[in-house]
């Protein structure tokens, strides 16, 4: 996969050709298991910014496959009756297993209050 001033050199010299001959000669080609290729666009363009000094801040992972769900912080009561809140959330609360709570209800909202801890109103 050509980056920097190669593949400035490279978009330069194929300027008018189609975007797909652009992506496949800059070599951001892969092969799916069925044996077609598949053209990277994403990475693509992201090398091609980043070749013209645009840095989007996305840090070493770019254009290396998806960086996976991000929270929806929505839930919705289970065919039980039960609220789930996920591992990912307590995890970003740096809550262990054994933490207690105590559970206020308001109008619209649901606090869960560590024990011992000083209410905010």
Known sequence: MLTGPELLAKVKELGEGSKSDLVRSAGYVSTKKDGTERLNFTAFYEALLEAKGMNLGTG???????????????????????????????????????????????????QLIPLGAVEEE
Not at 64 to 69: L, T
């Open 60 to 110: 070493s992972s770019a254009g290396k496959g998806r960086p996976g769900r991000s929270l929806s912080y929505a839930t919705k009561v289970q065919f039980n009756g039960n609220l789930m809140v996920g591992k990912a959330y307590t995890a970003q609360l740096g809550l262990e297993p054994g933490d207690e709570f105590e559970i206020k209800l308001g109008r619209k909202q649901i």
